[in-house]
């Protein structure tokens, strides 16, 4: 019914930047919020960042004033530009879309995208 389709990952050297997108499709009236998350290999999934429909933003400590993450309600596509990367951001980045209301009026908690890697050497 809805998909998650991220893309802008890839390897980039410490100190550069990439943008990730994310676009959500489907039979979706709204959505509450949107979000990334990573995991690297041996660990667990984490928060990066999300973003209310009404645009009040979290972060997750070890990326403030380096990660912004934005959001078009309209075309319903949040985006996370990453500045300042450092080799410990490697990691598969996750799209989330939470609190989706479909256009049957059900509500969903989640759904996520396929992950995009993100690659950073030293």
């Known amino acids: 019914q809805v998909q998650l389709v991220e893309s802008g990952g890839g390897l980039v050297q410490a100190g550069g930047s990439l943008r990730l997108s994310c676009a959500a499709s489907g039979s979706i009236f709204s959505i509450n919020s949107m979000g990334w998350y990573r995991q690297a290999p041996g660990n667990l999934r984490e928060l990066v960042a999300d973003i209310t429909s009404s645009g009040s933003t979290n972060y997750a400590d070890f990326v403030k004033g380096r990660f912004t993450i934005s959001r078009d309600n309209a075309k319903n596509v949040v985006y996370l530009q990453m500045n300042s990367l450092k080799p410990e951001d490697t990691a598969v980045y996750y799209c989330?879309?939470?609190?989706?209301?479909?256009?049957?009026?059900?509500?969903?908690?989640?759904?996520w995208g396929q992950g995009t890697q993100v690659t950073v050497s030293s």
């Open positions: 989330r879309a939470g609190g989706v209301r479909l256009t049957t009026r059900a509500l969903v908690p989640d759904y």
